[in-house]
């Protein structure tokens, strides 16, 4: 994850492309084609939160009255923060019981 403040370099170098073409004249003092820039990108805190219900593997799609099953549940932050002080809150279907 991104910080909501990082720093970057960003270096461009021009580079003599065309040596030993007659009708070019090249540049003789290299010294000063290097530069660079320092900033710092300020990131707008992005929290996107996906949860993700499946039923677990090894039961069967079909699920009688009276049958136990289980779910594997995933959350995925696909936000640039670390997510905190989140409360996931799951309600059963209509007929589902917790054990």
Do not use: C, K
């Not at 065309?18 to 820039?37: F, K, Q, R, Y």
């Not at 990131?43 to 039961?59: C, E, F, Q």
């Not at 049958?67 to 059963?92: L, P, R």
């Amino acid at each position: 994850m991104g910080n909501p403040t990082d720093e970057f370099v960003n270096t461009g170098t021009i580079a003599r492309v065309n040596a030993g073409m007659p009708d070019i004249t090249l540049e003789t003092t290299t010294g000063n084609n290097t530069s660079s820039v320092t900033g710092v990108v300020v990131l707008t805190p992005v929290y996107d939160l996906a949860v993700i219900n499946v039923l677990s593997a090894g039961y069967p799609r079909t699920i009688y009255s009276g049958d136990v099953m289980s779910f594997d549940v995933t959350i995925h932050n696909f936000g640039n923060q670390t997510a905190t002080g989140y409360t996931i809150t799951y309600t059963y279907p209509a007929g589902l019981n917790f054990i």
